[in-house]
Structure formats: structure tokens, C-alpha cells
């Protein structure tokens, strides 16, 4: 049984007044993934622009 299947059987038999409690922590769980996500990303950024901002970027990219 996968990890997905488990977790919907588990919900089958979680008390209604529960479910919200449930509905706010996936929520949570979500936009820790989305703020992780970001926090990557600018961290790559500051890296990256220094080669973003060569002007041998800006001759390899002017044609496309």
C-alpha cells in the first residue's frame, strides 16, 4: 500500500470535527514547501547574477 493510499484510509476514519485540524497542517505542509522553494531560489540568484550580468551573457543571448 502506498504512502498516498495509507494516509486516505487513515482519513476515512478520522472524526469530522478532526478533518479541519488535518485541512490546516496539509495547508502548513504546503507552504513550507513553498517557502523553501523561494528561499532557494533567491539564495541561486545572488550566485548566478554574476554571470547573468557579463556582457559576454548579454552577446550570447542578444539573437534569441
Same mark, same amino acid.
Given at each position: 500500500?502506498? +504512502?498516498?493510499?495509507?494516509? *486516505?484510509?487513515?482519513?476515512?476514519?478520522?472524526?469530522?470535527?478532526?478533518?479541519?485540524?488535518?485541512?490546516?497542517?496539509?495547508?502548513?505542509? +504546503?507552504?513550507? *514547501?513553498?517557502?523553501?522553494? *523561494?528561499?532557494?531560489?533567491?539564495?541561486?540568484?545572488?550566485?548566478?547574477?554574476?554571470?547573468?550580468?557579463?556582457?559576454?551573457?548579454?552577446?550570447?543571448?542578444?539573437?534569441?
Amino acid at each position: 500500500m502506498s +504512502k498516498k493510499s495509507e494516509i *486516505i484510509a487513515e482519513l476515512e476514519n478520522i472524526p469530522e470535527n478532526l478533518l479541519e485540524d488535518v485541512l490546516d497542517y496539509i495547508n502548513f505542509l +504546503k507552504s513550507k *514547501i513553498n517557502r523553501q522553494k *523561494i528561499a532557494t531560489a533567491l539564495a541561486s540568484e545572488s550566485i548566478l547574477k554574476k554571470d547573468w550580468l557579463l556582457p559576454e551573457e548579454d552577446e550570447a543571448w542578444r539573437d534569441l
